[in-house]
């Protein structure tokens, strides 16, 4: 998501905004707050309901959030998106589904697929800034996160309607 990537993206909000790193910095302050109360509201629908459903609502909070936030015209339009679409998307897809799913899945190779799906996650985290910084260089900062929004639209929701299965 857009978090793993936020400080791209903050250059690009504190010129736009002209507003203090601080300011911007207090985005991410935000989010994890929000992040880290809804985490075990998050865990406890994940064990109640369908991962596959779950981790769709979260797909449409981040894809939601990307399109809200392409149009935000104060900080404080930031500050309410990252608070609540982002953070809850955040809350959603972030590790706590693959560690939701993967013991569901896997028994005796476990530890290795939780360090597979780890790895996924962290090469996302190297390469999302530097796709981030070159739609932002290229198209601008709004349309770099509509472009976002696309992709979980046209990829990530369709490629979690179609292959998460909750249990085997």
């Known amino acids: 998501s857009i978090i793993v990537a936020f400080s791209v993206l903050a250059v690009a909000?504190?010129?736009?905004?002209?507003?203090?790193?601080?300011?911007?910095?207090?985005?991410m302050t935000i989010t994890y707050l929000v992040n880290n109360f809804t985490n075990p509201l998050v865990g406890?629908?994940?064990?109640?309901?369908?991962?596959?459903?779950?981790?769709?609502?979260?797909a449409v909070c981040l894809a939601v959030g990307y399109i809200a936030l392409s149009f935000a015209t104060s900080i404080i339009?930031?500050?309410?998106?990252?608070?609540?679409?982002?953070?809850?998307a955040n809350a959603i897809m972030g590790p706590l589904s693959y560690t939701t799913l993967l013991p569901r899945w896997f028994v005796r190779l476990r530890a290795r697929a939780t360090g597979i799906t780890a790895l996924g996650y962290s090469i996302g985290g190297l390469t999302?800034?530097?796709i981030l910084h070159f739609l932002i260089a290229s198209f601008g900062w709004r349309d770099a996160v509509r472009i976002f929004a696309a992709?979980?639209?046209?990829v990530v929701i369709p490629l979690i309607a179609f292959l998460i299965i909750d249990r085997p």
């Not at 406890?44 to 979260?58: C, F």
């Not at 339009?77 to 809850?88: E, I, K, P, R, T």
């Open 151 to 154: 992709i979980v639209i046209m």
């Open 128 to 130: 999302l800034p530097l």
């Open 44 to 58: 406890a629908a994940m064990d109640r309901y369908s991962l596959r459903k779950v981790l769709l609502a979260g």
């Open 77 to 88: 339009h930031v500050y309410v998106v990252f608070g609540v679409l982002l953070a809850m």
């Open 13 to 27: 909000l504190q010129k736009e905004f002209a507003t203090s790193s601080a300011a911007i910095m207090l985005t």
